[in-house]
Nanobody
Framework: QVQPVESGGGLVQAGGSLRLSCAAS????????MAWFRQAPGKEREIVAA????????YYADSVKGRFTISRDNAKSTVYLQMNSLKPEDTAVYYC?????????WGQGTQVTVSS
């Protein structure tokens, strides 16, 4: 089964930046629109950003628009999320997965904590 592996999280002060990475099995990565999701304590998992396979078109949730940038390197089977101007409300566990159902098995995610 395919399970993404997320990395790059950490503790950062408000206004800081982090870059998350997601690696997936090269065989299963091809052709899929990918997305980053996050889940804060006591809240449901929500989509943060997405990127298509071929054209690179992107989607951003209103809450991160203008601050986060999603990108992908298909040759490396890796998806990135550059997060700038971080806010305390961005604190969550961040996951990557295919954008639409049926999704792959969820990975462990990477914790992002933004202090005020």
């Amino acid at each position: 089964q395919v399970q993404p592996v997320e990395s790059g999280g950490g503790l950062v002060q408000a206004g800081g930046s982090l870059r998350l990475s997601c690696a997936a099995s090269g065989r299963m990565f091809s052709g899929y629109a990918m997305a980053w999701f996050r889940q804060a304590p006591g809240k449901e998992r929500e989509i943060v950003a997405a990127i298509s396979w071929s054209t690179g078109s992107t989607y951003y949730a209103d809450s991160v628009k203008g601050r986060f940038t999603i990108s992908r390197d298909n040759a490396k089977s890796t998806v990135y999320l550059q997060m700038n101007s971080l806010k305390p409300e961005d604190t969550a566990v961040y996951y990557c997965n295919v954008r639409t159902e049926p999704r792959w098995t969820w990975g462990q995610g990477t914790q992002v904590t933004v202090s005020s």
